[in-house]
């Protein structure tokens, strides 16, 4: 493998920056000889979903996935100051551990904000992190847990909103940032919801595959959400290798794009809480 291309002391303050826009299995899928899979454009190679949030107060890391050293490292992000969750699934939590060495330099336990589910989930996967008497050697995740369910919250000087999202059979939570929406891992925004995505500079939306998946917006689904919210830009993520980037891109509408590993946009309408 080259040398990780990474800008050492990153900062990304003001910046939605996408870690990762793959689905759970990641593009290039293992054992795949697709035309995406064997792509040589980058928009093509695609860690697990994941962004950092440059807020007011620090830099905020949505989810932790199996990705994660890789993406702190080709990010250049040489830091986290809190983890907030949108749901508990594999692709967005197993790579938790990876943040040993940043509370090991922040030298206290990092701050996670999560629903009751996932929490209970980080408990049992990481179980050696809570144990009263720690096992020697290798060192442990330090995590602070607080609690966060639809109520409007602050983390590092920032006003959010919680945007709950279904998932299938599951209920999870996408954020409001400002003027700017996160909603991965979704395949229904419930009616309650929609109020709390009107006036959106960036929608920041689920979107799997061409075709119809029963935990996951549709190519056609997420174009149609789009247009229905009205966000002034439409950024597409959790993309399987049926989408191809250039392809997919020519025939998408105008303000609706498929977002790629190391995009940064701008955060708007965020004001210190």
């Given at each position: 493998?080259?040398?990780?291309?990474?800008?050492?002391?990153?900062?990304?303050?003001?910046?939605?920056?996408?870690?990762?826009?793959?689905?759970?299995?990641?593009?290039?899928?293992?054992?795949?000889?697709?035309?995406?899979?064997?792509?040589?454009?980058?928009?093509?190679?695609?860690?697990?979903?994941?962004?950092?949030?440059?807020?007011?107060?620090?830099?905020?890391?949505?989810?932790?996935?199996?990705?994660?050293?890789?993406?702190?490292?080709?990010?250049?992000?040489?830091?986290?100051?809190?983890?907030?969750?949108?749901?508990?699934?594999?692709?967005?939590?197993?790579?938790?551990?990876?943040?040993?060495?940043?509370?090991?330099?922040?030298?206290?336990?990092?701050?996670v904000l999560c629903e009751p589910r996932v929490e209970a989930r980080i408990r049992q996967a990481f179980?050696?992190?809570?144990?009263?008497?720690?096992?020697?050697?290798?060192?442990?995740?330090?995590?602070?847990?607080?609690?966060?369910?639809?109520?409007?919250?602050?983390?590092?000087?920032?006003?959010?909103?919680?945007?709950?999202?279904?998932?299938?059979?599951?209920?999870?939570?996408?954020?409001?940032?400002?003027?700017?929406?996160?909603?991965?891992?979704?395949?229904?925004?419930?009616?309650?919801?929609?109020?709390?995505?009107?006036?959106?500079?960036?929608?920041?939306?689920?979107?799997?595959?061409?075709?119809?998946?029963?935990?996951?917006?549709?190519?056609?689904?997420?174009?149609?959400?789009?247009?229905?919210?009205?966000?002034?830009?439409?950024?597409?993520?959790?993309?399987?290798?049926?989408?191809?980037?250039?392809?997919?891109?020519?025939?998408?509408?105008?303000?609706?794009?498929?977002?790629?590993?190391?995009?940064?946009?701008?955060?708007?309408?965020?004001?210190?809480?």
């Amino acid at each position: 493998m080259p040398p990780l291309p990474r800008a050492v002391g990153r900062d990304i303050g003001g910046q939605l920056l996408f870690l990762g826009t793959g689905t759970s299995v990641g593009v290039p899928v293992v054992g795949c000889g697709c035309q995406t899979c064997t792509s040589v454009d980058p928009r093509n190679n695609r860690l697990r979903t994941s962004v950092a949030v440059g807020l007011p107060g620090g830099t905020l890391l949505i989810d932790t996935t199996p990705d994660l050293r890789l993406q702190l490292l080709r990010a250049g992000l040489t830091h986290v100051d809190a983890i907030l969750y949108t749901h508990d699934h594999v692709d967005h939590v197993y790579g938790l551990d990876d943040v040993r060495p940043i509370c090991f330099h922040a030298g206290r336990p990092l701050p996670v904000l999560c629903e009751p589910r996932v929490e209970a989930r980080i408990r049992q996967a990481f179980d050696y992190a809570f144990a009263a008497t720690p096992a020697p050697g290798g060192g442990v995740p330090q995590l602070r847990f607080q609690t966060i369910s639809t109520a409007p919250f602050t983390v590092l000087g920032c006003r959010v909103v919680p945007l709950r999202l279904l998932h299938g059979p599951f209920e999870v939570l996408g954020f409001r940032f400002g003027d700017l929406a996160y909603c991965t891992d979704t395949n229904a925004i419930p009616a309650a919801t929609r109020p709390l995505l009107e006036g959106l500079d960036v929608l920041v939306l689920d979107c799997l595959r061409p075709t119809r998946h029963p935990t996951h917006l549709s190519l056609a689904e997420a174009v149609d959400i789009a247009r229905m919210i009205n966000a002034r830009r439409t950024l597409l993520v959790h993309l399987s290798h049926e989408l191809e980037h250039a392809a997919v891109s020519a025939a998408l509408p105008p303000g609706v794009e498929l977002a790629h590993d190391g995009l940064a946009v701008p955060l708007t309408g965020v004001t210190p809480a």
